[in-house]
């Protein structure tokens, strides 16, 4: 969640949300939350575990689309 | 009881005291829901009695609609966390274990407004022309 909440901060466009999986299991059912952290980018592309930060921007900028 | 020990405490403090500006914590919780909603709130107001620069407000999603709406929170519990504006930090169920030194470290960062990034990332976020929604599950433990 780390980068995540300071993803949020660097841009206006990046939302940042700390789901506590047990507390919600529709939500980790949706997601297919088997390990945490699970992340999920804009409902398409997910991984699981922590990651360094230049991977964890490759992710978000393939998510968008490549773009950026 | 408090969810805080003593320990707890002095370790929050320390870091808030790289507390630049003021931060806005609003929950989201209702009376209603699991008991993670009452408890959110008391752990809330335990970390924001820590610093004078933070504040909360305690919101019902069914009653202040609006306001939920406005952040686009749809369960309880939830922690929004703000500094001199809203930079989309939410916290969905309570906020302890892990997700407690998360929510230290986001009040402190959204106080600052400054991102703990390297330049390239935040170049990097900066160019982008598209909405970005991550979501971070995690468990308490």
Do not use: W
């Amino acid at each position: 969640m780390r980068l995540a909440q300071h993803m949020a901060i660097a841009s206006d466009r990046v939302t940042a949300e700390c789901i506590e999986a047990t507390e919600f299991p529709e939500l980790s059912r949706r997601y297919q939350v088997m390990a945490v952290p699970k992340i999920v980018i804009n409902d398409t592309l997910q991984f699981e575990g922590a990651i360094p930060e230049q991977d964890f921007l490759g992710a978000v900028l393939q998510a968008v689309g490549g773009r950026s | 009881m408090g969810f805080l020990s003593g320990q707890d405490e002095q370790a929050v403090k320390k870091q808030f005291e790289q507390i630049g500006g003021s931060v806005k914590l609003t929950v989201f919780a209702s009376e209603l829901g699991p008991e993670t909603n009452a408890q959110t709130v008391a752990l809330v107001r335990e970390v924001a009695a820590l610093s004078d620069k933070l504040s909360v407000t305690v919101l019902n999603p069914h009653i202040d609609r609006e306001q939920a709406q406005g952040y686009r929170v749809d369960v309880t519990p939830a922690v929004v966390v703000e500094g001199a504006k809203d930079y989309g930090i939410r916290f969905l169920g309570l906020p302890a274990g892990y997700e407690f030194s998360n929510l230290i470290d986001s009040i402190v960062a959204v106080s600052t407004g400054e991102a703990g990034l390297s330049a390239d990332t935040k170049t990097a976020l900066a160019e982008l022309t598209d909405d970005v929604t991550i979501k971070v599950f995690t468990t308490p433990t």
